[in-house]
Structure formats: structure tokens, C-alpha cells
């Protein structure tokens, strides 16, 4: 059942960049997506959200290609997706930050902007260190805006805070020019400032251009980023909102309505 249902992006933003129909995903007895249809359009910043065990990370997984969908189709740019796969995912500018794994620890920051996409020499790979550094320094200075005097590429990731850890994975996405962020649960264990700078990050995303898809349970941090919210509830969509359309205090109550029924009033 659902709620002012509009699978087509919000208004003003043009062509579906995703489209996903009909998704369904079990795990063994588990049904973890119930037939969802999903839509971002270019440019469009959609606030993804719902209970824990709603389905959120599955459909992610599903459009990444790590996991594959019992049933449903997945379009990019009007194209239908036949075999997905994580490497095409990637290929075709998705790509997803996460809280809890957004870096490499160990790894110091240049490399963690280069990682797996290293600037090497010709055949015979090595990598291109001083050429990484600089462009580390340009991307942290002008795209993070990170003017802290101490910030340097050798630094550990390890010491840096949580939302510059985000800065930097959001960065790295947008580098390697990501048409599609997908951030689930990035504001966890934030601090306020912290989960501010990420929401600014998503701002930033969504000013060059990109879309995102932004996944909380954090109602309050979604609603001042997302144009458009789409409710989960025991794999199925619930609930589907413009921003325009609906208040901060309203969205809270459908959700806690859903959270209650498993349906929206
Ligand atoms: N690998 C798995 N094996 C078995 N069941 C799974 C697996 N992954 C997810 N599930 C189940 O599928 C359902 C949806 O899980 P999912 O992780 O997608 O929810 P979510 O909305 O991301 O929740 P949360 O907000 O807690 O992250 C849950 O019931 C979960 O237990
Ligand atoms: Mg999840």
C-alpha cells in the first residue's frame, strides 16, 4: 500500500538516472524487498529511509551489484542493467560511502583518495607518488574546503574525525566522478558539527551536479538535504514524499505511523 506514490523524480529534475522495478530479495526464509520501486533522477538528492530490517542496505546492495535480485529490473539512463556486477556498478559512476568503512584505517590519506585507482607509470605500474600527493592537496583544499593547517596527504586516516573521514570518501567519489553517491547511515555516531559537514558534503554533491541517495534513520538529517523521501517498512515502499509537500513534524509522524501499522494513514 502506499502513499502519494510518485516513481518519477521530483519536479524539475529530468531523466530517471536509476530506476528499479519490482525488486524482490530473499535470503533464504528472510524476505528482505517485497517488489520495491526505486527512482533517482539526475541530480536529485532522495533521503532513503525506515526502521532497522526495512530493506534500505538490501536495495543498496541490489543496485551495486553485491547482491542479485530474485526478481525486478534495474535501468540506468533508460538502459536496462543485465548482468550487474560491483566492478560495472562502479564503472558506470556509482559509488557508495559508508560510515563505518568509508577509509582505510591504516592507509594515510593520499592513498585513500587513490585507492584501487592509483596514478601509475605506463606499463610498469608504478605508482606516481609525488603527482598523488599534489593532487591530494589540491583535492582537500579545493573540493573539501579543508583549510586546517595541519592537514597534510601523509597523514594517517586513523586521527581524522568522523565527518572528515566522510569529506574525504565523498571527495574520492566526486573525483573519480561519480554520477551516483550513495551514503548509507553516514551520520552515525556523529556529532553535531560532524553530521554537519556531511550534510554539506551532500549540498556540495548535489551543486556539482551529482545525485545522491542518502540513507538514516535520522529524519532530521535527511529532511534538510533530500527533496524527496521514499519510506521503507518490511520490503515494501510505504510511503513516498516531496519535500514541498511535507513538513519535518509531518514526515515524523507518517514514519512513526508506518513504524506502528506498517502502513501510512
Ligand atoms: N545477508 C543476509 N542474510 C540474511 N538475512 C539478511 C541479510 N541481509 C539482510 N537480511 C535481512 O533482510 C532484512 C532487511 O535488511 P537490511 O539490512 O536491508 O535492512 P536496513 O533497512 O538496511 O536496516 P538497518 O536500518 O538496520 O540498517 C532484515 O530482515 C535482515 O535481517
Ligand atoms: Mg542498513
Redesign the pocket.
Known sequence: MRDNAVISPAPGVTQPLVKMVNIH?S??G????NGVDFVVGNNEIVGLI????????????VLTGV?KQGEGKIYWKGKEIEKHTVENSRNMGIETVFQDRALAEKQNIWRNLFMGREMTYGRTGFIKVEESKKEAINLLKKMIGFTQSGLTPNLGVMGLSGGEKQGIAIARALYFDAELIIL??PTNNLSISETNKVLNFVKWAKEQGKSCIF?T?SIYHVYSVAERFVV?D??NTVGEFLKKDISLDGLVEKLEYVAKHGVLA
Do not use: C, P
Not at 528472510?30 to 524487498?33: E, G, H, R, S, Y
Not at 525506515?50 to 546492495?61: C, E, F, V
Open positions: 530479495k535470503y533464504g528472510v524476505t528482505a524487498l525506515g526502521d532497522n530490517g526495512a530493506g534500505k542496505s538490501t536495495l543498496i546492495k547482491e548509507d547511515e540513507i534513520h521503507l518490511r520490503g
